[in-house]
C-alpha cells in the first residue's frame, strides 16, 4: 500500500518504538529526541535520530517544529557521532523524504552511517 505522506501515521514503526510498543537499541535520549540503532544497518554503523513529536519528513519538522526541538535535534546528531568517534574518519547523514527519497517509515528521521568508507554519494555518482 502507498504511504501517505500527508498525514502523520500514528502507527508507523517509530511512532510504535517512541510509545514502548516495539523495542530499540538505544544510543542516546531527551525531552525532544531519541537515538537508536537500525535494524537493518547498512554500515558498521547506523544510527537513527528521530524528534519526538509527530513530524512526518523534514521539511514538516523544519517548518513546524518549535526551535528547542530543533536545537535538541540537530545537537543530538552532533553528540551521536561524538559518542560513535566517527568525527574524525568522517560519517554520512541522510534524510530521505517521500516517495523519490525511498522514505519508508513516515517519522522523520535522520540517519547516521559510518564505520567504512561509505562510496560514492549516489549509485552511480562519482563523487
Ligand atoms: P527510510 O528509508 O524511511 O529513510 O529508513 C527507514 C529505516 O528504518 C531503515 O533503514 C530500516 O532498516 C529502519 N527500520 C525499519 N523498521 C525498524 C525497526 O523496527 N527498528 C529499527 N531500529 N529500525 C527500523
Not at 528547542?68 to 568517534?85: H, N
Request: proline share 6%; with cysteine.
Amino acid at each position: 500500500m502507498a504511504i501517505d505522506f500527508d498525514t502523520y501515521d500514528d502507527e508507523n514503526i517509530f511512532a510504535k518504538i517512541l510509545r514502548g510498543e516495539l523495542p530499540c537499541t538505544r544510543v542516546r535520549e531527551d525531552e525532544h529526541v531519541l537515538a537508536f540503532r537500525d535494524i537493518a544497518p547498512q554500515a558498521p554503523e547506523h544510527v537513527l535520530v528521530i524528534p519526538k513529536g509527530r513530524y512526518i519528513a523534514h521539511d514538516d519538522f523544519h517548518r513546524n517544529a518549535s526551535d528547542a526541538e530543533i536545537v535538541a535535534f540537530w545537537r543530538t546528531v552532533a553528540a551521536v557521532c561524538d559518542e560513535l568517534g566517527i568525527r574524525d574518519r568522517g560519517h554520512r547523514l541522510i534524510a530521505n523524504q517521500g516517495r523519490d527519497g525511498h522514505q519508508v517509515v513516515p517519522h522523520f528521521h535522520v540517519h547516521v552511517l559510518a564505520g567504512h568508507d561509505l562510496g560514492p554519494m549516489l549509485p552511480g555518482s562519482s563523487t
